[in-house]
Structures are given as structure tokens and as C-alpha cells.
């Protein structure tokens, strides 16, 4: 039986998960950043694996055949670990990352590589969205003068980190609608998000243009030198052919 560890938390890994075909023993594995993780109805290990070293070593010791990458498209830290773990350890490894979000009329977005870059595009005085995560909370520290507005799925265990800004709780999906109440009622004037892609959270970027609002977006980090696919349709063909 073919054994295959699925690195998790995208919704592609939890469709991936549910279309295995027999003769498929799977395994998944999760940061542990979100505390109540959507069961994904397979074995789950929750938490790192200590580098590129730990992540070796749960390969060789579990005898994982496949290893499949369907970590979020920021998450470049652990897809760069996997493409090194699965070549050390001779694991057959593929990425698994959607494609990201293509502009629409209407649309007015402008592009950084990190978010460092994003407080020279926003005027001091602005009421910002950060549709970002918490976990990249740090890298604003340069954005004094503004109003920051931080969405979270968690309830927070720490004050906002920056005077003037507060967390904001709530678990995707999100329609436009309830995205355009929500800017309307905050008096967003600007967001900012990364690439992620898919059509789950794209509402926001929709209520945006409906909006009129200006969005600076964070661009992917690159990819290792692996094989990727865009959809769960493409992936299930990928591990087929792995004999």
C-alpha cells in the first residue's frame, strides 16, 4: 500500500484528502497555527517537525512513499523544507498550490514583494484592512499614522501590537456582501493581502473594486525546483502515476 503524507491546510488538501483512492494509505500534517483545525478524517500530526532534519526523519521512519506539498502559497519556509527533505530521503514529491488571483477591470492593485514596502503606498491618516493573518503582524511596525484593522480566526490571547489598531474575529468563507458591510461600517480606505488565490477569499478583493478601494498585494514567494500542480484534478493524476 502506497503511503502518502499530505502537508495540510489549504481547503485543495482537505479535498485531496477526501478523493485518496484505495490502496492509498494517507497521512496528513497541520502547523497547529489555527487552535480547532477542521477534522481532516485521516491520521493528523499537528506542530513542525523541527527543519529539514525532522521532517527527513518522519519520512524515512513512517516510510512515506509521496509527499505531497498543499501548504498555503505563503507558506515558503515549509515548502522549501519539503522540496530538501524529499530529495535527501529519495521521496517521490509534488507541490500542490492554486493559482493566484488574475486582476479585473476595475480592480486597482499595487504590488510589493514584501510588506516593509506597503506603508509607502498608504498615506498616514488611512484606515487600513490587513487581510494578512496575525502571524505577519510584525512586519507593520512601520505603519504609524494609520489605522490598522487585523482579521483573525482565533479570538487574540495578546493586545494589538501597534497603538490605533485593533483584531477583528472571524472565520472565512466571507460573501462580497458581507465584505462591503463590513469596509463600509470600518471606513476602510485600503487593503492589503497576499496572493493567495482561490475563490474563497476572493470576496474581499471583489467588495474592493466594487468599493472603488485600492489594494496593495504581497507577490508569491518562488517556488522550489519541483513538480506543481494547480488543482486537486491535476494532483490526483500526478500520484497515479507514481508506481
Not at 521532517?55 to 523544507?81: C, G, K, N, S
Not at 479585473?104 to 484606515?127: H, K, L, M, S, Y
Not at 462591503?180 to 493567495?196: G, I, N, P, R, Y
Request: hydrophobic share 45%; proline share 6%.
Amino acid at each position: 500500500m502506497k503511503r502518502v503524507l499530505v502537508l495540510a491546510g489549504t481547503s485543495e488538501a482537505r479535498e485531496l484528502i477526501g478523493r485518496m483512492p484505495d490502496g492509498v494509505d494517507v497521512n496528513a500534517s497541520l502547523a497547529g497555527v489555527t487552535r480547532a483545525p477542521v477534522d481532516l478524517g485521516c491520521p493528523t500530526r499537528i506542530g513542525g517537525f523541527g527543519g529539514v532534519d525532522g521532517l527527513a526523519a518522519y519520512l524515512r521512519e513512517e516510510r512515506i512513499d509521496v509527499l505531497v506539498d498543499a501548504t498555503h502559497p505563503f507558506a515558503a519556509r515549509m515548502t522549501r523544507q519539503a522540496a530538501e527533505a524529499a530529495t535527501v530521503e529519495g521521496v517521490a514529491h509534488v507541490i500542490l498550490q492554486r493559482e493566484g488571483w488574475t486582476r479585473q477591470a476595475g480592480d486597482d492593485w499595487r504590488f510589493v514583494d514584501e510588506f516593509d514596502e506597503v506603508a509607502a503606498n498608504i498615506p498616514e491618516g488611512c484606515t487600513v484592512f490587513l487581510g494578512t493573518g496575525r502571524q505577519t503582524l510584525e512586519q507593520f511596525a512601520n505603519m504609524t499614522g494609520r489605522r490598522l484593522l487585523c482579521r483573525v480566526i482565533d479570538p487574540p490571547q495578546r493586545d494589538f501590537p501597534f497603538q490605533g489598531g485593533r483584531f477583528v474575529v472571524g472565520r472565512p468563507p466571507f460573501s462580497i456582501a458581507e465584505e462591503v458591510a463590513f469596509f463600509t461600517q470600518e471606513s476602510v480606505d485600503w487593503l492589503v493581502v497576499k496572493d493567495a488565490g482561490g475563490a474563497r477569499s476572493r470576496s474581499k478583493l471583489d467588495a474592493a473594486r466594487q468599493l472603488g478601494l485600492p489594494v496593495v498585494m504581497q507577490r508569491r514567494p518562488a517556488l522550489p525546483d519541483a513538480p506543481v500542480v494547480r488543482n486537486v484534478e491535476d494532483c490526483l493524476a500526478w500520484l497515479a502515476d507514481q508506481r
